[in-house]
């Protein structure tokens, strides 16, 4: 029988997609499991499968105050939190013919500012953690930039940042940071493209994927090989090749009906 407590984790977006899936691998190990989302109804399902293990800590992460509850119950249940992932997030595509500000503001509060507030709520959490870990999942979006991405595109270069930066700050304190950076991943998000996803992975394999390379603490989790092989060259061209690139994806506008 093995004396090392089980690991305490904290996921966000677990209802769902890529966080559903990585919460299975989380638990399959016997780890304790805090899960956050909008909707109950997963999480808890989750809790009966795995009974002992998970702690359901719902709700809206983009209001703070909801955020800082969170914190508080799983350091009422816990005290402590070895890894973090924030996961949860949301895509909207702008149309730059009709610039509607409002779409970056809903995205950026989903993936950027709602990651903040986790982190304010986690780092006492890891704090007191064993060997910390803070992970954040941004996306592959943000080495190029891509049409009608506007809003997606900046919010996940803003997580990407506060992540790295976050990274150099708490060196000193041994928590380490790992960014994930997506390519296509099958998830009811990306259902909703209208446009070709190419070498896009099965969300259970993109979620055994991340959840075995984490044990080593790399500073990125990229994939599909493939898809960053192709992607990581043309991330370092000049700008005017960005945009040539950029500008072939645009796809052309419906074709404009006869009237009869
Ligand atoms: N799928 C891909 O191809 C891909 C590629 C690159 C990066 N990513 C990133 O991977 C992450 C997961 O995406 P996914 O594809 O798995 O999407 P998904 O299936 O739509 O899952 C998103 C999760 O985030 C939660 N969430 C969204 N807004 C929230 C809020 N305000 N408060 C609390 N929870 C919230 C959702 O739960 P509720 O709706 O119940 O709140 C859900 O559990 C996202 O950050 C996404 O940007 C995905």
Redesign the pocket.
Known sequence: MSLTPPRRYWL????????AALAEEILKTGAHLAV????TAPLKVLSQRYPGQVLVVAG???NSQTVREIGEQIAEQWGSLDTVIL?????EYVDAQQFDASIIEHVVR??LL?SAYCVEAALPLLRAGIAPHLVG?A??VTYLPLPRAEAYGASKAGLRYMFESLRIDLADEGIEVTVVS?G??D????AKNDFPMPLSWPVEKAARHIFAKLDNRPLEIAFPALFMAALWPLSKMPNSVKLAIGKRMVRSNPPIQDVP
Do not use: E, Q, W
């Not at 966000?12 to 966080?19: D, E, K, R």
């Open positions: 966000t977006g677990a209802s769902s997609g890529i966080g956050s989302s909008r909707s809206d992460l983009t996961n949860a997030g949301t895509c989903t993936n709602a999942v996306s592959s997506p296509f991943v998830t009811p998000l990306t």
